[in-house]
């Protein structure tokens, strides 16, 4: 059943890497997936490095953003997903009161982290440095309305996912770029035949061509 807790991502630790926040000129947050630790997500920054950045990992409580999968419905995964885009609000207000302006943050996940970073742009409805979404789309079963308000103004977004993922349906891959492309985001999607639930080297190198443009 999912957590009775109302604020379960709220008051968790933020793991950092790169540049000290109070020093850096750009900041990309980073979301860890299912179980995972944001520590040990944060070790990712290595294959994502730019001198400018401070890292940030924001750790979900419990180590899941949410209880089912993303596909379920909407409520049954309540408050996680509230919860876990909060955080992700929260801490893009920090990173800008820190002089880091919004065209500057780049976010980036990967499975149920990608899905709940891609689910926070939706929602923000205002563009960001850039998205990255490693096996993931945008949050709800089938049919789920995509009546987002706002305006990405050219934000560029990378999706890159399997064609046979077994957690991640291609529909939804699909779905979540064209509900981007509408917002009005500039979206790179790659499609890997046969490729299993992971980031390959390809996703990295299109991943850190974002950040280099984003950041130029």
Same mark, same amino acid.
């Given at each position: ?17 790169? *540049? ?161 492309? *509408? ?6 999607? *790659? ?26």
């Amino acid at each position: 059943m999912p957590t009775t807790t109302t604020a379960p991502h709220q008051d968790q630790p933020i793991y950092q890497a790169g *540049r000290p926040l109070a020093d850096a000129t750009a900041a990309m947050i980073m979301v860890h997936q299912r179980g995972g630790r944001a520590d040990a997500f944060l070790n990712l920054a290595q294959q994502l490095y730019h001198p400018d950045l401070a890292y940030l990992a924001p750790q979900a409580g419990g180590y899941t953003w949410y209880p089912y999968s993303f596909l379920a419905p909407i409520p049954n995964n309540e408050p996680g997903i509230s919860s876990g885009i909060q955080a992700l609000t929260d801490l893009v207000a920090d990173i800008e009161a820190n002089g880091i302006p919004a065209d500057k943050i780049i976010i980036a996940g990967f499975s149920q982290g990608a899905c709940l970073a891609a689910e926070f742009v939706a929602r923000h409805g205002r563009p960001l440095g850039g998205l990255i979404a490693f096996s993931g789309g945008l949050i709800g079963p089938d049919n789920t309305p995509r009546d987002y308000d706002g305006n990405l103004s050219g934000m560029p977004i990378f999706l890159g996912c399997s064609d046979v993922d077994n957690h991640v349906p291609l529909t939804r891959v699909n779905e979540t770029d064209e509900t981007f492309t *509408r917002m009005g985001a500039s979206v790179t999607k *790659r499609i890997y035949p046969g490729m299993a639930h992971t980031i390959n080297d390809d996703e990295l190198q299109l991943a850190n061509q974002l950040i280099n443009n984003s950041l130029a």
